[in-house]
């Protein structure tokens, strides 16, 4: 039985169809007009924001400590970290610093680089950054190779080389102490296969003769670009020119060097240029699987155009309202389109499922259509209402990306329902002039067995819940938002293999001190906490114990003393035959008298590479030859008393841009906080983050800014999921003055919770930090399903005969929309907007078996109970 306040809210929406019906061609003329209007205040207003920052209110601690280190530093602010991984120190070096100079010559982009361990500064001083031990060997290994240098120096051409090498296999220096013979005649191997290719050694032979680093060395290039927060995709055009860059120096394919782009700028700039073109097309699969779905519903072209005209106005009302309202949408907003096409649509089926059941009853369109505003209208209202509540429970929180989510898709209902009501009787009312109309309504016929068999039913579900229990507290919040990004993208899988392990974490956390006496202080006692690795200043910056490693270094460079020796004539091309030839003797020897297999087989090969070489010699094979064997050993050697003459290093002395990037104008230093282990492990960041804050509360920095993030999502959950609860139980009080069939809308609604609580445990699907909407909204949208069925019990439809109205049936085709549209942002490739989809897809799922067994069971036992307590 309807309450007085129902039966009122009826009757008007009755008398407000009746009026739309009489003219319904100014109310589809004025539906265009607002539509027209709200169309162009969009397109001129409606801009977007997409800081990720501001998806937090800044006024919370994290966010003003974030932005203090931003105005101090605007240096570090979405900087772009370019990761050069190539076979040695110097090659690696050379293609970071060559590719630094290219960005540094297009500063309407790139504002700035810094490469560290690489350019001209580390150069000229690089050695200085080694301990006393490391010059040590060094020494040894200079030591050792002296001789060789000293002959290229003198016989700068292929025939120094090969009259030093043949010196060294037959005097047998393959074990003496920093040169490894062997190791350089395997480069000599490859270099003369690739030079009759024509191609230069990729590895720097010069490294080989001195003793350098071996493996892959890595190098980074830390680009500050200049984004246009103008645009959705802030950093697309410096993204896309650094790639462009890249690309042309020949750093993305399989060389041996390689090149690779990530840090926050490129993080941003992938995943917002993601969302804007998988949230349009979520929206264009969710409108047509929505027309799909329409047409198996209602079987009728009007009533299918009247359903989609209004949820096309209503969009379009929406967009306009988010103009006016917000001004912009985020990178969460952007998807309210998906969200409004799903669940805006299910005010259109309930009424007119209802209108076209009436209809096969005999009414006729006056009649049909006032008997559906009657019969489901005040439902429409409070499920609207409820719906918004969800949405709206997120507004007085800190999380303000969904805040304004949710004014805008609440807002959405309240327009849709508007829409509804006065967009869908018009376009029906067209024409009829109150002619009846013949229909052929789709008969779904829902299984009875709920309410044939309703304490079993009951039995099982109390199963269900409890066995869902046990799986709830493995239902976790995963604050890392990494993995809410697309794991295919190179950006997110460098910044992942950055987070394992390496020499840079990208994830450190930031300590603006008051000078930088304070931050070495300050970095002294952090370094001592268990969970740091290591701190760094500007201080750090100025080499330790230059004292003692300057004297050292005079001292290599006097023994070396290739600058006393004169360079020989360039020799003839015969002559450098003559000493290849000679070299190809010693090979020989060596291959059949080596001290070990190795040695042997090495000489085998480099023989045999020698052999094709010289079958096919002509000058251009040559040139190839000595520019990997002999240029390669000059500019080593050019290098290596670069840095030899280094005078020291004072504060005075470090680049610009390393000060900039440390030092605020007004003094106040930074200090970098470098994590001991894996962030990718949540207990790793809460030890750090909280160990780091006991020493500098207003620590900030990237595993801060995570940190503090989750919390606070946390917290927005928490009360948004409190205010909705709240709000739907007074407001379904208020309406139906009684508390046993609140009880009965909300109790499948709790079976509902626990049941996809427990699903998205074993289907992997953790809440973060794009589906937490989901939670509080899937109260809304569950409680209406619930509202419609238990208003159409209100009012008389027998217990064991409601799943065969048109109600239940709405109910389905209803839930059947909103999943086909949630569906479709399940199969996207960005993690957020997939699990956003998936969770949402499964809760509704769930709450729609809840509601049509479950409920049915619950509404037969409460009929046999007693009669209808509402008054």
Not at 546 to 561: C, T
Not at 705 to 716: D, H, N, P, V
């Amino acid at each position: 039985m309807a309450t007085q306040l129902e039966a009122m809210l009826a009757e008007w929406l009755v008398r407000l169809q009746a009026a739309v019906a009489r003219h319904p061609g100014r109310t589809l003329l004025l539906a265009f007009a607002l539509a027209a209007g709200a169309l162009a205040g969009a397109a001129l207003e409606l801009g977007v924001n997409s800081e990720t920052d501001d998806l937090f209110d800044r006024d919370l601690p994290f966010r003003r400590h974030r932005a203090e280190v931003d105005a101090a530093l605007p240096a570090r602010n979405d900087n772009l970290l370019v990761v050069v991984d190539g076979p040695s120190r110097i090659v690696a070096g050379d293609a970071a610093a060559d590719l630094a100079a290219q960005l540094d010559r297009e500063p309407e982009l790139f504002a700035s680089t810094f490469t560290p361990g690489a350019g001209p500064f580390f150069e000229r001083h690089g050695l200085l950054y080694l301990d006393t031990d490391e010059l040590a060997l060094m020494a040894d290994d200079l030591a050792a190779a002296q001789p060789f240098l000293a002959e290229i120096t003198i016989d700068p051409s292929l025939r120094g080389v090969f009259a030093q090498l043949t010196r060294a296999v037959e005097q047998g220096t393959a074990g003496r102490s920093g040169f490894d013979l062997y190791r350089v005649l395997e480069g000599v191997t490859r270099a003369v296969a690739e030079a009759e290719r024509l191609e230069s050694s990729p590895r720097s032979f010069g490294e080989l003769v001195l003793g350098g680093e071996e493996g892959p060395v890595r190098r980074y290039v830390v680009v500050e670009p200049r984004p246009d927060y103008s645009d959705f995709v802030p950093g697309r055009a410096s993204v896309e020119r650094l790639h462009e860059i890249l690309a042309e120096r020949g750093l993305t394919g399989g060389g041996s060097v390689r090149a690779r782009v990530t840090g926050d700028l490129a993080l941003k700039t992938e995943e917002l240029g993601l969302v804007k073109t998988q949230a349009a097309s979520a929206g264009a699969v969710s409108f047509v699987l929505v027309a799909l779905i329409l047409w198996s519903a209602q079987r009728s072209g009007r009533l299918i155009a009247a359903t989609l005209l209004s949820l096309v106005l209503g969009l379009i009302w929406t967009a306009g309202f988010a103009a006016l309202a917000i001004g912009h949408l985020n990178v969460i907003s952007v998807a309210f389109a998906v969200l409004f096409i799903g669940l805006g649509v299910d005010f259109g089926i309930h009424l007119t499922l209802r209108y076209q059941e009436l209809l096969a009853a005999g009414s006729d369109h006056a009649g049909a259509l006032a008997g559906a505003s009657r019969g489901v209208g005040s439902s429409l209202v409070l499920c609207a209402i409820t719906t918004a509540i969800g949405f709206y429970s997120f507004v007085p929180t800190g999380f303000v990306g969904v805040a304004e989510l949710g004014v805008i898709s609440g807002t959405g209902m309240l327009i849709s329902l508007a829409g509804t009501l006065t967009v869908v009787p018009a376009v029906l009312s067209l024409g009829r002039a109150g002619r009846p109309t013949a229909v052929r309504p789709f008969r779904l016929r829902l299984p009875r067995f709920p309410t044939r068999h309703p304490r079993a039913v009951c039995a099982a579900a109390l199963v269900l819940g409890i066995a869902s229990l046990s799986l709830l507290p493995k239902l976790h919040f995963d604050a890392n938002p990494l993995r809410v990004r697309d794991p295919n993208a190179t950006s997110v899988q460098t910044f992942f293999e950055l987070l394992q392990g390496g020499d840079l974490n990208p994830w450190s956390i930031d300590v603006l001190a008051p000078d930088l006496a304070a931050a070495d202080e300050l970095a002294a006692r952090l370094e001592a906490l268990p969970s740091v690795e290591r701190t760094s200043t500007l201080s750090r910056y100025v080499p330790e114990d230059q004292a003692e490693k300057l004297p050292l270094l005079e001292d290599i460079a006097l023994f070396l003393g290739l600058e006393e020796f004169e360079a020989r004539p360039p020799p003839t091309l015969p002559e450098e035959e003559a000493a290849l030839r000679g070299f190809r003797r010693a090979l020989v020897k060596l291959e059949r008298e080596g001290a070990s297999a190795d040695a042997r087989r090495i000489a085998a090969e480099l023989g045999s590479a020698l052999d094709a070489f010289s079958a096919d010699l002509d000058g251009a094979s040559v040139e190839t030859l000595r520019t990997s064997l002999v240029q390669s050993v000059l500019d080593r050697v050019t290098r290596l008393e670069r840095a030899l003459s280094t005078r020291g290093v004072a504060p005075s002395d470090l680049p610009p841009v390393l000060e900039r990037r440390m030092i605020a104008r007004d003094g106040r230093a930074l200090i970098e906080v470098y994590p001991k282990q894996s962030l990718n492990d949540d207990a790793a960041v809460d030890a750090f983050v909280r160990e780091v804050r006991s020493l500098a509360p207003q620590a900030t920095g990237p595993a801060v800014y995570m940190f503090e993030a989750g919390a606070t999502i946390l917290r927005a959950l928490r009360q948004a999921l409190l205010t909705a609860i709240v709000a739907i139980g007074l407001l379904l009080l208020v309406i139906w003055r009684g508390l046993r069939d609140p009880l009965l809308v909300l109790t499948p609604l709790l079976l509902a919770a626990l049941l996809t609580s427990a699903l998205a445990v074993l289907a992997g699907i953790p809440i973060n930090f794009a589906n937490v909407i989901v939670v509080p909204l899937l109260l809304g949208i569950g409680v209406d399903s619930g509202i419609h069925l238990v208003h159409r019990f209100r009012d008389g439809a027998p217990s064991d005969g409601i799943l065969d109205t048109s109600t239940s049936r709405a109910v389905f085709w209803s839930a059947l929309t909103t999943i086909a549209s949630f569906g479709a942002l399940g199969l996207a490739s960005h993690r957020g907007l997939a699990t956003l989809g998936q969770l949402l897809t499964l809760g509704v799922t769930v709450t729609l078996l809840c509601n049509l067994v479950f409920l049915p069971a619950l509404l037969t036992l409460a009929r046999r109970g007693g009669p209808d307590s509402a008054g």
